[in-house]
């Protein structure tokens, strides 16, 4: 392995950042390893929590976290479940949020606390900050520069809400980086054990899959899988449930439910629940709630998995997609890592050893691995490095919109970034000056089911009827997994302007289910999406043969053929035929103006160019 | 909507136009061409992560995507030996369409049982598609080679949706 001396033009300090759902915190490249950055007291986690305290001081981490039954109400927590996501996609999670989310511009979520609102990215800004803040203790020094981590199952808005987050609190975020990925770094921090690993990362908030091939220091990322919206959390959601079914009913009081100290302290006990079940085969649990009375209960951990049975196996079918998509087969996996608090679930372990054949890894503390993988990238991207490298993938594809509500994948999931597609589009109206581009990530083949990103217009395009300009589009994926997007008019070489309006449209329960759904509604997709694309490609048959005859000068013969055909195709779409007649009704076309076509387009293209020179 | 072709993936590898290239030495040139030209490891050049460097290194990443994968290489390849060519040759005996319906068919309600005889059955299918091209190109019959490469295209495709089901 080479490995050559580092000589950077600039030193810069590079620290590792691990935002998570329930803690965050940094580490650094420390000689051949890495460690992490404790506070005053030793303490490396800072709990992901803000506190607006109604005395006007905003407490984080520690002291947020001590004052949630005190100010359930003003206590924020879990914010990574709503960064770059829209209220609509949210459902009813706010309701089991002790804190109140009131609907802000575009219908992006906002916490209220008073009077005032604040966006899921300023909450996580000020987490960030106080991550800065001890790490700058630690070190003795100003820390500006960051590569932060995000579930590698994050879209393109969530990362975007991520990297603001950063620059809001003051760091430059140099790359985002997924979760996964960093702790395979923490495993293999040389690179010089090759083989194939797969990194199991169980989080508070969210679930990751990523299969790695470790070679001569490249780790190569040959597919990812997961789910955003299922970690630790929602095991605690199960047991809240059990502890709210177990309390006494006081007849014309608000629902338990509601009470924002209620639910705080239920979430409390049933976190405690959990931890205790982990080592012990059973727990106990005496809750005062005072007015709202006491409750006692005992949970078995067979019981406690047996609620848990469907969550952890909806994280093996993504084991097994990611396997697949990578091309291997359960037996091929040479290591496995574990990462995130939630793997410490004695059940997770056992489930995941069943199914790989394999003692996962555990020698790095499962909370602490993302950070001090993002530490190792830190030290690359610093300069410091040039033995490793990381070649990540994106993980869900990215597509426009065609006529008709059809997405077009442009670039497919598990391609490995940075990647570029360049189309081609044309106008659909004489003189049209501006295009819209709605672009989509999802797998499935209707726009209606996958996550509109945005929405580009591209504007500036010269004035030429309708289908001459010839504009090119390219979309690219860079390193952080966000896409960027140009365009250029071919025949003038003009640089048109994009316009970019970020939305976030549809349900994150879509997102969550695309994948499995993919599958299930393959068929039914494929036949809609193809009923769509025939008809379209009819009606620019027929538009673009009339224009072509208008245009064109042909022998009378010829003419009455080509318009005998359009006729015929033109009766069939007005009658809504279907997909057979109208492949059969463009077959016939095509046959009619093959022999021709050539001299028509040539003829016709030339002529529209001719006067547009003489108009201007 | 049309795609725009990507850079010639041989020239971005720096390698002979061939259909045949060796996996390992294929894999062995894309990390090296990674390391050199990935943004990450400039940085410290600071050419930051200006668009000529991530378009670089995605012209690398593309390129690796179409090169490893026979069926995807031999399409690169056609299209530059004679561009056009494979949009001419379109057309496919109807015989063999039927045949490849038939055989979408088959896959999509094969048994379990089943399934390893099928693979074997596809898998020679699109091996002895890509000897057939192989000769094609070598008497420089580019037409031929197109039409080989389209029916192909079925066979390809039965075997992934083979692969899907189990």
């Known amino acids: 392995m080479s490995s050559e001396a580092a000589t950077p033009t600039s030193p810069r300090l590079v620290v590792g950042i691990d935002l998570g759902t329930t803690n965050s915190l940094a580490a650094i490249r420390a000689g051949k390893g890495a460690r992490v950055l404790r506070d005053a007291d030793g303490e490396p986690l800072i709990p992901s929590v803000v506190c607006f305290h109604p005395d006007g001081r905003t407490l984080v981490g520690r002291e947020a976290k001590a004052e949630r039954l005190a100010h359930p109400d003003r206590t924020v927590f879990s914010i990574k479940r709503l960064i770059g996501r829209s209220v609509h996609e949210l459902g009813d999670e706010p309701k089991r949020l002790p804190y109140p989310i009131v609907a802000g511009e575009r219908d992006l979520p906002r916490v209220r606390v008073g009077e005032r609102q604040w966006s899921p990215e300023a909450i996580s800004a000020l987490i960030l900050q106080r991550v800065k803040q001890t790490a700058e203790q630690a070190l003795g020094q100003p820390v500006q520069h960051a590569v932060v981590t995000v579930p590698a199952w994050f879209d393109d808005a969530q990362r975007q809400a991520t990297k603001d987050a950063a620059a809001l609190a003051g760091l430059d975020c140099l790359r985002i980086l997924n979760e996964p990925t960093a702790a395979a770094l923490a495993y293999g921090i040389d690179g010089s054990k090759d083989g194939t690993a797969l990194v199991y990362d169980l989080g508070g908030g969210t679930f990751d899959v990523s299969i790695l091939r470790i070679d001569d220091g490249v780790f190569r990322v040959l597919s990812t899988a997961g789910d955003t919206h299922l970690g630790g959390d929602d095991f605690d959601e199960l047991l809240g449930q059990r502890i709210l079914a177990a309390l006494p009913r006081v007849a014309g009081k608000v629902g338990a439910s509601e009470d924002p100290y209620v639910l705080q302290a239920v979430r409390k006990a049933a976190e405690s629940l959990k931890i205790k079940l982990s080592s012990a085969e059973r727990a106990d649990l005496q809750l005062d709630l005072g007015a709202r009375g006491t409750v006692t209960l005992t949970v078995t951990r067979a019981e406690f998995e047996a609620a848990i049975a469907p969550l952890v196996q909806r994280t093996l079918d993504c084991v097994q997609r990611a396997v697949k998509d990578a091309g291997l087969r359960l037996e091929q996996i040479d290591d496995v890592v574990l990462v995130g608090g939630s793997t410490r679930v004695p059940m997770v372990r056992a489930r995941l050893r069943g199914l790989l054949g394999k003692e996962p890894h555990t020698g790095v503390d499962p909370d602490l691995a993302v950070a001090l993988g993002a530490s190792i990238q830190a030290d690359v991207l610093a300069g410091n490095d040039r033995s490793l490298l990381l070649l990540d993938v994106i993980p869900l594809s990215l597509g426009i919109e065609t006529l008709g509500g059809a997405v077009q994948k442009l670039i497919l999931r598990n391609s490995t970034i940075p990647t570029s597609v360049t189309e081609e589009f044309s106008t659909g109206v004489d003189n049209q000056t501006a295009v819209d581009l709605n672009v989509f990530q999802g797998e499935r083949e209707l726009a209606k089911d996958c996550r509109r990103l945005g929405h580009f217009k591209l504007r500036g395009i010269p004035p030429l009827p309708a289908g001459l300009p010839r504009i090119a589009v390219t979309f690219l994926v860079d390193a952080d997994g966000v896409l960027r997007v140009t365009a250029r008019e071919q025949r003038t070489g003009v640089e048109a302007s994009i316009q970019i309006v970020p939305s976030f449209g549809l349900t994150r329960d879509e997102v969550r289910r695309m994948m499995l759904d993919s599958i299930e509604n393959a068929q039914a997709d494929y036949v809609a999406r193809e009923a769509i694309d025939v008809r379209n490609k009819a009606e620019a048959m027929v538009r673009g043969t009339q224009k072509a005859l208008a245009m064109a000068e042909l022998p009378p013969d010829q003419t009455y053929a080509v318009q005998k055909a359009v006729k015929a195709l033109g009766k069939l779409l007005a009658a809504n035929a279907d997909a057979a007649a109208l492949k059969q009704g463009c077959d016939d076309l095509t046959k009619v103006t093959a022999t021709i076509a050539d001299d028509v387009i040539s003829a016709a293209v030339a002529k529209a160019l001719r006067e547009e020179q003489q108009g201007s | ?166």
């Not at chain 2, 090169?67 to 390849?77: E, H, K, N, Y």
């Not at chain 2, 039927?98 to 309600?109: I, N, P, S, Y």
Request: aromatic share 4%.
């Open chain 2, 1 to 166: 909507m049309i795609h725009v072709p990507a850079p010639d993936p041989f020239a971005v590898f720096g390698l002979a136009r061939s259909l045949d290239l060796d996996e390992r030495t294929l894999e062995q040139r894309y990390l090296k061409l990674s390391r050199e030209c990935h943004p990450d490891l400039h940085r410290a050049k600071e050419t930051g992560d200006c668009i000529a460097v991530l378009q670089r290194a995605a012209e690398i990443n593309d390129a690796w995507k179409i090169l490893r994968d026979p069926w995807q290489r031999a399409r690169a390849l056609l299209e530059l030996l004679s561009p056009g060519a494979l949009e001419r040759n379109k057309k496919l005996d109807p015989m063999f369409l039927a045949d490849a319906l038939e055989l979408a068919e088959e896959v999509a309600f094969a048994s379990a049982e089943n399934v390893p005889q099928l693979r074997t059955r596809l898998s020679g299918a699109v091996a002895s598609d890509m000897q057939t091209l192989r000769a094609q190109l070598a008497r420089g019959d580019v037409d031929a080679a197109a039409r080989t490469l389209h029916a192909s295209h079925y066979h390809r495709k039965a075997l992934q949706d083979l692969d899907a089901k189990s």
